[in-house]
């Protein structure tokens, strides 16, 4: 697809496998661009198995 894909891909992996503390201090830490407002939703209802 386009470029950032394999660097999109990466960060869904790696924050799949946080912990759900792990998960919450990062996005508290990092808010999401607003194009991407549910994205931490999204990988924890569908992390990357």
């Known amino acids: 697809m ?6 999109y891909d990466e ?3 790696w924050f799949s496998n946080l ?5 919450a201090h990062y996005a508290l830490n990092n ?5 991407w407002v549910d994205l931490y ?3 924890k209802e569908h992390p990357w198995i």
Not at 19 to 23: I, L
């Open 19 to 23: 912990s759900a503390a792990e998960q």
């Open 31 to 35: 808010p999401p661009p607003v194009d």
């Open 2 to 7: 386009g470029p950032g894909e394999d660097y």
């Open 11 to 13: 960060f869904y992996r």
């Open 41 to 43: 939703e999204i990988i």
